[in-house]
Every structure is written in C-alpha cells, then in structure tokens.
C-alpha cells in the first residue's frame, strides 16, 4: 500500500513563517514546502540561516516536502539564461542543506523537438542535472502546461536522472490535459505530488482549482497509478485560488489521511 506522507504548502496559507509552520503541524502534517525566491531566499540563506530553519522544522516534527524556485522565464528562451540556470543550481543545493532532494519549477512551455528552443532546453536541462547529482537534489518539472507524453518525451532525451517530475493535477486540468494519462505516462519520474484538484468551467470555457476531492482530479486512481511505481515521495497540498485556505487545507489533509 502507498503510504500518504502529508504536506502542507506554506506560501498557500499565507501566514509568516514560523507561524505557518505552526499551523501545518497543527493540522497533522509531516512536512512543508517552503518558496526558494521568498520564504527561504536561496541567493541569501547562510549557513546559520540554514541551521535556523532545520531547528524550527525538528522542534515542530516536520521536515521539508521540496523547494519551489520559479524563474521568471523557462529553460528554452535563451535570454538570460545563464544566470537562471546558476539561481536553479544555488536553489538546488539550497534544498538539499534544507534536508530535501527536490526542487520545483515550471520549467516552461516543452518545445518541438528538433527546434532551436528544444536544443536551448534540453542543454539547460542537462547541466542543472549534473549539477544536481553533484549536490545531491533534482529539479522536478511541474506538470500542466503539456501533456505527460510530451513531457515523458523531453525526460527521454536526457541524461538518466537530470529531470523529475512534480504532478499537479489542477494544473493539468486547467490546460485541458488528463491527469491518471499523466501519471500513467510520467509515474516512474515522479519525484514530488501536489494534492489540488480542478474542474472544467464550461460556462467561462476555461479551468479552475477547486477544493481537494470536488473536481476531476480522481485522486485515490492517481495514487493507484504511483503505487504502482512505488512512490514515496509526498504529497503536499497547495490551494492558492480560496477565501478559507487554512480551513479547506486542514480539510485536504483529513481528507487525504482517510485515503
């Protein structure tokens, strides 16, 4: 049976840090994922400031489910690229000092393959992968903006173990994608899960996030699928579109204990 291990999202409660950490404890969750860019900034957290926080998190009995780091612009645009690969290594090696060995990212729009920008990408990709596996953390590509196959496809053209995968499933259903076809296509890459859910606004022709366990997201198939590959990773809950998100998210961890 796939064990749920639970976290909580902390830039989704909106609280300061300690404080948030406070509150994802209380809400019985095992861990949290922190923001490299502003809840722990990674061009900036010393060695104390490391110290600091992996105090926090024993005295709380939580460890860290990953490191979000989002770059203004994917890996497949050339322009300043250099310097966004150097920030993604520093965050990578950041999270690992933090006691995780994931870090996630949009990592952009996957382009054609045989393109210019697909050249661009799978260069970028390649040497934030080795750095990774020097320091000990990879980068997982947060799913949504292409198909799992699209994105499976992209991982293949890579060096073994350069990229994960971070399974959103709201994301996907907002951009019109299947999640269990995703998790049946990237399943074996998944390093990272986050717990939303999402429905199909026909009425405005787009999606929209929901609450976990009201949308289309099938969340026990989803699990199904990643047991299947053994995962073990988490599963952490994000819920950034409500009025009451420290009420739903405590829901959202009950509700995926009762899985």
Do not use: C
């Not at 799913?143 to 890579?158: D, K, P, R, V």
């Not at 990229?163 to 951009?175: M, R, T, Y």
Request: charged share 25%; no cysteine; net charge negative.
């Amino acid at each position: 049976m796939l064990q749920i291990r639970v976290g909580v999202q902390l830039a989704s409660l909106r609280l300061p840090l300690k404080q948030g950490l406070l509150t994802a404890a209380r809400m019985g969750a095992e861990a949290v994922e922190l923001d490299g860019r502003s809840e722990v900034k990674a061009d900036e957290l010393s060695r104390t400031g490391v110290r600091q926080v992996r105090k926090m998190l024993e005295d709380l009995n939580l460890r860290v489910s990953a490191v979000t780091y989002r770059t203004r612009r994917g890996y497949q645009v050339q322009d300043d690229l250099e310097r966004r690969v150097a920030a993604t290594e520093q965050a990578l090696k950041m999270a690992y000092e933090l006691g995780t060995n994931v870090v996630v990212n949009h990592i952009g729009r996957v382009p054609e393959k045989g393109t210019p920008a697909w050249t661009i990408m799978v260069e970028a990709l390649t040497d934030i992968g080795r750095y990774g596996q020097r320091v000990g953390a990879t980068l997982a590509a947060e799913t949504g903006t292409e198909s799992g196959e699209e994105l499976a496809a992209l991982i293949a053209a890579l060096p073994p173990a350069s990229l994960g995968v971070d399974l959103n499933p709201a994301s996907l259903i907002i951009n019109g994608h299947s999640p269990p076809e995703a998790a049946k296509a990237l399943a074996q890459h998944v390093l990272h899960v986050h717990a939303t859910d999402g429905t199909r606004d026909l009425a405005h022709g787009r999606g929209i996030e929901v609450q976990l366990g009201r949308g289309l997201a099938e969340f026990p198939e989803l699990l199904g699928l990643l047991e299947e590959q053994h995962y073990r990773g988490f599963i952490t809950i994000e819920r950034r579109q409500s009025e009451n998100a420290v009420s739903e998210i405590a829901d959202a961890v009950k509700y995926l204990k009762s899985l």
